[in-house]
């Protein structure tokens, strides 16, 4: 599942080479991250006094209203350090991704870029808030409606790994466990997933309150399709038997300063422990994959027009 891209390969790129392994539900690891990083001065700015300030669980630039929730200070300075740190992370990020996967990029999202500067380990949150537990992401940024999940993340912590690990792709969780977490619907046929007039109501009033600069309200934008998505997410997290069973467990360590880059959506990840690191998520239109019929999306349809 690990695809390790070092300097040397990522020189020599084939086209396609890098995105195709991400449809086949690859995590694209960088040993040395292929991102130019913040100043060490930065870096540890951010490390030692992020921490004190945060109100949510991560730091996160919102692109679509220019600026960062969550920061507990009135120090104008202090904001607009964090800010202009974020932006130019989001921008190299970015700028990497068009360069070495174009195809996912036209007219793509560019999504929030945050700083996670809690341990993942030990932090004994609900089930649905843990980051320890395997997971799918779903609804990462608001509805998807079968558009892919791509995130990249940095490890900038300089003395220990980030540890993931992952129990296999969406094809193969939902082979064994669609049943189980009652994601079918017989009879349904492929439209099952499409939004309806209610759905298209409620995306509306969301991006509405988005513009007028309420961001984090567009997590709350759903969809059918997104719906289903976050019903197996909340299923394996939900789920001790699932958690417990090694079926397809492998464990990856990412060492200080490497990077990696996965569709969210399709890839079951769990972050065990892991202290500052930066993501950025991106929304990917599913008409641009080159494997469509590997996405969740028409895995989903495919069933449905089974049964």
Known sequence: MLDTYDNARLKLLKPDELSDSLERGSVAFFPESPVQLPSEEDLSFLRQELPKLLKLKNISYHPEVGRIPGLDSDDVELVE?????LVTVSDNITSFIQKTAPRLTDNWTIGTCSFRPIE?????LKPHSSNELVHIDAGAYGATNGDRILRFFINVNPLADRV????????????????????GSSNAGRGYLSKGPLDHIRTGLINFLVKAGLPAVKVLDSSPYDRVMRKFHNYMKDTPSFQQDQQGYEEFRFPPFSAWMV?????SHASLSGQYAFVLTSIVRLENCRLPELAPINILRQAASSN
């Open 120 to 124: 993942e380990k030990g932090r004994n």
């Open 81 to 85: 350090r964090v800010n202009r740190i």
């Open 164 to 183: 993931w690990a992952t129990k296999g792709s969406f094809s193969d969780l939902y082979a064994i466990y669609g049943k189980q977490a009652n994601l």
């Open 263 to 267: 569709f969210t959506d399709m890839v």
